[in-house]
Nanobody
């Protein structure tokens, strides 16, 4: 599967952005999807994930209550709605696809690990000014 992330930009603190990640292929619904980010000089970190059906989600503590991950399997697209943005949210945001058959507790335990994901988009820059 090929992934194309877009929707990043420059926004003031307290503002919002909606990232989208479009996937190619007919098997999008068979992938768990994740969002990660990498700030300058820092390691890539987990942001949010959603399972294949969209019925389960997981968020990093730093974005919980501000970000919402969703997906539309009919449109082969996963979204990341980012509200109440903070300067520390500034980073390149990546979407990723996990083809594993994990579900339930096993999914929750592993979904935040970038090694679980086989396919990555090119990243989209999000800059939050103070």
């Amino acid at each position: 599967v090929q992934l194309q992330a877009y929707g990043g930009g420059l926004v003031q603190a307290g503002g919002y952005l909606r990232l989208s990640c479009a996937a190619s292929g007919r098997t999008f619904s068979s992938y768990h999807m994740g969002w990660f980010r990498q700030a300058p000089g820092k390691e890539r970190e987990f942001v949010a994930a959603i399972n294949r059906s969209g019925g389960s989600t997981l968020y990093a503590d730093s974005v919980k209550g501000r970000f919402t991950v969703s997906r539309d399997n009919a449109k082969n697209t996963v979204y990341l709605q980012m509200d109440s943005l903070k300067p520390e949210d500034t980073a390149v945001y990546y979407c990723a696809a996990d083809p594993s058959a994990l579900y339930g507790v096993s999914w929750y335990r592993k979904v935040a690990n970038s090694n679980e994901y086989d396919y990555w988009g090119q990243g989209t820059q999000v800059t939050v000014s103070s």
